[in-house]
């Protein structure tokens, strides 16, 4: 059976205060609810070590971002091992911000992806057309690239790899996509895993959708039956908005 997934994007954002208040705070609702599925967050990287040694919940704590080589010279950068080494369970890989804004090439995107995974952690790959390829009519196609970068891990791998789509137009935009569209997408997310893995691989993989979800969309986006959760942004910055998300599913 497929994970169901809640996982909230902190990107740039909280003083070390308000981030341990908010993780309290979700951390409270998790308990109290008996959330069944699992709830990540992926808080500053500065902030990871102070949130596990609060953690006394299911919540799981992941990474933005980290350096593909496990050592050396790259000044300011952590890597894979030392994450994991500090009790990192997850990473984010492939999020349209670190594409386009960082320029990480798809080389980058499977090195970070190899070395998460040879070092025990989960990972979340993200995948998102732009406004113009999604006018342009090449979503599908410009999608499908972005998962055919996995073609190169084993089945067994693929069993700690989860995808996120995220359309580009629709984070941090207000704009969502619809529940047909996204629906759409993740059936032809689940038909390429089959096509480049298997069935059991593409049965087995969980696929979230990011972009603007809301506690006022979620529900509505997560009866659509391919889609196993939500890479959530904003609305995960307020422990109300994320719990009734949490709920949602």
Request: aromatic residues 8%; hydrophobic residues 40%; contains cysteine.
């Amino acid at each position: 059976m497929r994970k169901k997934i809640i996982a909230g994007n902190w990107k740039m954002n909280l003083n070390v205060h308000e981030a341990k208040i908010l993780f309290k705070e979700i951390s409270d609702i998790v308990a109290k609810n008996n959330v069944a599925h699992e709830v990540l967050v992926f808080p500053p990287s500065i902030y990871i070590e102070s949130l596990l040694k609060m953690n006394q919940s299911t919540i799981e704590i992941g990474a933005q971002n980290f350096h593909y080589q496990n050592k050396g010279a790259f000044t300011g950068e952590v890597s894979a091992m030392q994450l994991k080494q500090l009790g990192c369970e997850w990473v984010l890989v492939g999020h349209s911000e670190r594409r386009t804004m960082f320029h990480e090439r798809d080389a980058d995107l499977l090195n970070k992806i190899k070395a998460a995974l040879e070092n025990g952690l989960e990972v979340i790959y993200c995948c998102g057309e732009t406004l113009n390829e999604r006018e342009a009519g090449i979503y599908f196609e410009k999608i499908g690239e972005q998962i055919e970068l996995l073609k190169t891990l084993s089945l067994n791998e693929m069993k700690n790899v989860a995808i996120a789509y995220e359309p580009i137009w629709a984070i941090g935009t207000g704009k969502t996509a619809r529940p047909t569209e996204a629906a759409e997408m993740h059936d032809f997310m689940r038909t390429k895993l089959e096509s480049i893995f298997n069935l059991e691989v593409a049965d087995s993989t969980s696929l979230l959708y990011g972009g603007s979800c809301s506690p006022q969309n979620a529900k509505d986006l997560f009866a659509c039956s391919n889609i196993d959760g939500g890479l959530i942004g904003g609305a995960s910055l307020k422990a109300e908005s994320f719990g009734e998300i949490i709920a949602a599913i």
